[in-house]
């Protein structure tokens, strides 16, 4: 167990991993690391205090490094994973040998493992490291412009809640806490699919009344999906779980509602996909092939299966909406 927290390593310097570090790094109370592949980001961020690919205009704390070198993860005490949900098991597996032991891995990629299992488990199955989920309603441009941000910890470390509280004390983040790891992680997954299905129904109406119809089915339908695949039902009203599935399904940064959009409006194409980050659609197909196998999932659930269908044969959008209620 990690007495005194010293050192901080994001794994990933895109645009979430600047967010955070940076909001880190203005505190001044840490080491604050960026470790990227990224040659150009890193020379930039230590040479200019600027990361110009994501945040251009951004000047970045002066206590913010970067580096390329693996071996800063020797010494570290928290590991934030902001890569791809497709990389990161694969990293750890790669950088086992020279990882601290006791470092605290915290997952805040939202997709599958490659053994499509959620990434904290995949993750279990390669190191004995801690391994906690951090996810909340956060678009990092207004996380690096210190509007104050929410994440839920989940971790079956009660102790990890006090670590993480003076991690971010004094910060632009506020957390909340719970021990339902898998429900913090299935909810990140939901809350995409969700938010695709929101910007099909909002791009045939403007209706307030049936958004929130519709709104209020979707929440329902996550919450037993959820329930049904081993999550807490309390763990929907954290920052992970209303907060985030509202953000992601309202708001227009969100390129999953923006794809639901799309598709909503006629512009859909398959193609598509190469432009657009689909992990709503790749979860689509994951958790209705664990539903239609599963026997313990016995609940109808009108919305992802109109989704798969969108996806996966020939279907007019058209009539998504009123198949959905």
């Known amino acids: 167990m990690i007495s005194n927290v010293k050192n901080l390593v994001i794994v990933g310097a895109g645009s979430i991993g600047t967010a955070i570090g940076n909001v ?3 505190k001044d109370a840490y080491n604050v690391i960026l470790l990227s592949i990224e040659k150009d980001v890193v020379e930039n961020i230590n040479t ?17 490094k970067a580096t390329t070198d693996d071996n800063v993860l020797k010494e570290a005490d928290i590991v934030f994973l902001a890569i791809p949900s497709n990389a990161i098991v694969g990293y750890i597996e790669k950088v086992s040998a020279i990882l601290n032991p006791d470092a605290i891995l915290l997952n805040m990629a939202k997709g599958f493992g490659p053994d499509r299992k959620i990434i904290t488990s995949s993750l279990k199955a390669v190191t004995s490291n801690p391994v906690c989920a951090f996810k909340g309603p956060t678009f990092a441009r207004e996380l690096i412009n210190r509007i104050p941000t929410a994440f839920t910890i989940g971790s079956k470390d009660e102790s990890h809640y006090e670590i993480f509280q003076k ?3 004094d910060t632009n983040i506020y957390i909340d806490f ?19 299905a929101t910007g099909i129904v909002d791009a045939h109406y403007s209706s307030p009344n049936f958004r929130f119809l519709f709104l209020t089915k979707a929440f329902n339908e996550m919450r037993e999906i959820m329930i049904q695949f081993g999550g807490k039902e309390e763990t929907m009203f954290k920052y992970c779980g209303f907060g985030d599935f509202c953000l992601t399904a309202l708001n227009d940064l969100s390129r999953n509602r923006t794809l639901g959009l799309l598709i909503g409006k006629g512009f859909f194409v398959e193609d598509i996909s190469d432009k657009v980050t689909l992990e709503g659609k790749i979860a689509v197909n994951v958790f209705c092939n664990e539903i239609t196998k599963g026997k313990k999932i016995s609940c109808d659930f009108p919305i992802i299966t109109e989704l798969y269908n969108l996806f996966n044969e020939e279907y007019d959008a058209s009539k998504f909406v009123t198949r959905v209620i």
């Open 24 to 26: 880190l790094a203005r």
């Open 48 to 64: 200019k205090r600027r990361n110009t690919k994501y945040f251009p205009n951004i000047k970045l704390s002066k206590h913010l």
């Open 178 to 196: 719970t021990k339902d790891v898998k429900g913090v992680e299935i909810l990140s997954l939901l809350k995409n699919i969700y938010a695709i």
């Open 167 to 169: 991690v971010f004390e």
